[in-house]
């Protein structure tokens, strides 16, 4: 429908005007098809860079819901594995273990695996953290808990 419409007023007030055709149906599909490839150019970029810019804003295109599914979704390069370290806001251990699967639906379940599950302490945890520029926290305030996201 917008296609329609701004190819009919495009047609009736900047082409005829000065072109003086006689074939308006003839000028509306020709403009209608340049509009039409003008907006799958537009979506072709759209889609080659929107998710460039939003990596690079930090930013997450497909849930507004928080960023535990994002940040847990890339693994940045020369990276194998995530570990994850997650404690209650009063610095109580909950789990640790690398992660497996992330649900992407808005969840934000994750399932971790490994040996022997060793019980960190806050401050080991950011210890851990500390060691690598590329690791990351993620603050979940609506479960109240902090996700030490370290890369191996």
Same mark, same amino acid.
Request: proline share 0%; no cysteine.
């Given at each position: 429908? /917008?296609?329609s419409a701004f190819s009919s007023i495009a047609t009736k007030y900047w082409l005829l005007p000065y072109f003086?055709? =006689?074939n308006n149906l003839g000028t509306l599909m020709l403009v209608s098809i340049v509009v039409t490839a003008i907006y799958f150019v537009i979506f072709i970029c759209y889609n080659k860079f929107a998710p460039k810019i939003a990596d690079e +804003? =930090?930013?997450? +295109?497909y849930d507004n819901q928080g960023t535990m599914e994002h940040v847990l979704s890339q693994i940045p390069d020369g990276k194998k @594995?995530? $570990?994850l370290i /997650? $404690? %209650? $806001? =009063? %610095? =109580?251990?909950?789990s640790s273990g690398y992660v497996r699967n992330v649900d992407d639906q808005g969840n934000q379940q994750v399932e971790l695996?490994?040996?022997d599950e060793r019980v960190f302490? /806050? !401050? @080991? !945890?950011?210890d851990e953290y500390q060691n690598d520029d590329k690791n990351s926290i993620i603050i979940d305030y609506k479960n109240r808990l902090k996700s030490?996201? /370290? +890369?191996?």
């Open positions: 429908m /917008i296609n003086k055709w =006689n +804003l =930090n930013m997450n +295109l @594995e995530q $570990f /997650i $404690f %209650d $806001f =009063n %610095d =109580n251990y909950i695996y490994g040996q302490t /806050i !401050a @080991e !945890a950011r030490y996201v /370290i +890369l191996y």
